[in-house]
């Protein structure tokens, strides 16, 4: 599981169900089934599924490139972008307390739905 800019300001943390920058990688369908659970179990953190994450790629590219099953958790806005992502403004004073606390939450619960099953 990758886990990737969770504290991005005027965010909201998102699963990707597959990315594309030169190739497509898909998410696991276990893992995405799992986290599509936790999602709808904690609608106040605003979390949400992104279908196609474009134009850049995570930590999940490579490995899904290598046939390891992968999983993104990332803040995204709801349009699929990564605020302030390598900007000036991409730093510590910039964390999103509530979207951290609100990926954490997810985080949590999604490793609690894993080590279940």
Request: hydrophobic share 45%.
């Given at each position: 599981?990758?886990?990737?800019?969770?504290?991005?300001?005027?965010?909201?943390?998102?699963?990707?169900?597959?990315?594309?920058?030169?190739?497509?990688?898909?998410?696991?369908?276990?893992?995405?089934?799992?986290?599509?659970?936790?999602?709808?179990?904690?609608?106040?953190?605003g979390a949400f599924l992104l279908p196609l994450y474009q134009g850049a790629y995570t930590d999940s590219s490579p490995a899904g490139l290598n046939g390891?099953?992968?999983?993104?958790?990332?803040?995204?806005?709801?349009?699929?972008?990564?605020?302030?992502?390598?900007?000036?403004?991409?730093?510590?004073?910039?964390?999103?307390?509530?979207?951290?606390?609100?990926?954490?939450?997810?985080?949590?619960?999604?490793?609690?739905?894993?080590?279940?099953?």
């Amino acid at each position: 599981m990758t886990i990737d800019g969770l504290a991005a300001e005027k965010a909201l943390p998102s699963v990707i169900c597959s990315e594309k920058f030169f190739l497509e990688v898909k998410s696991d369908p276990f893992m995405l089934k799992m986290a599509n659970m936790v999602i709808k179990e904690g609608p106040e953190t605003g979390a949400f599924l992104l279908p196609l994450y474009q134009g850049a790629y995570t930590d999940s590219s490579p490995a899904g490139l290598n046939g390891f099953k992968v999983l993104t958790l990332i803040a995204l806005r709801r349009d699929g972008v990564l605020p302030a992502w390598h900007t000036m403004k991409d730093n510590f004073e910039s964390i999103d307390k509530t979207t951290l606390s609100n990926a954490f939450y997810l985080l949590i619960h999604f490793s609690t739905y894993i080590e279940g099953k």
